[in-house]
């Protein structure tokens, strides 16, 4: 059994996942389709690189790494990307939380 291949060491499962529903994002290269993505040929372009989608769903897969469903609005595509092949649109240093409202005092 250890010839299973994995992307790297590191298990995301065990921080909260990076990107959050509805946020924006960016594809970091082009994916095509390995045979996955029922209705398209192997090797079709689901996502060209630099389009633009948002976060609809995050799954996880081999108990190692968060999976982002993209809807991504230029293809119309709902693609499956882990967090290495997504950036955020808006910078993680220019996103502000939303304050939270005044205690009664």
Same mark, same amino acid.
């Given at each position: 059994?250890? =010839? &299973? #291949?994995?992307?790297? *060491?590191? +298990?995301?499962?065990?921080?909260?996942?990076?990107?959050?529903?509805?946020?924006? #994002?960016?594809?970091?290269?082009? &994916?095509?389709? *390995?045979?996955?993505?029922?209705?398209?040929? &192997?090797?079709?372009?689901? $996502?060209?690189?630099?389009? %633009?989608?948002? %976060? %609809?769903?995050?799954?996880?897969?081999?108990?190692?790494?968060?999976?982002?469903? #993209?809807?991504?609005?230029?293809?119309? =595509?709902? %693609?499956?990307?882990?967090?290495?092949?997504? *950036?955020? +649109?808006?910078?993680?240093?220019? +996103?502000? *939380?939303?304050?939270?409202?005044?205690? $009664?005092?």
């Amino acid at each position: 059994m250890s =010839n &299973i #291949v994995r992307d790297s *060491d590191v +298990v995301e499962l065990t921080a909260p996942p990076f990107f959050s529903f509805g946020e924006k #994002v960016r594809a970091k290269r082009t &994916i095509r389709n *390995d045979g996955t993505y029922a209705g398209k040929e &192997i090797g079709d372009i689901l $996502a060209r690189k630099g389009e %633009v989608g948002y %976060v %609809v769903s995050i799954g996880t897969f081999l108990q190692q790494f968060y999976i982002y469903g #993209v809807e991504f609005l230029e293809s119309g =595509n709902r %693609v499956g990307m882990k967090r290495k092949e997504l *950036d955020p +649109v808006t910078p993680r240093d220019a +996103v502000e *939380d939303i304050p939270l409202p005044e205690a $009664a005092s």
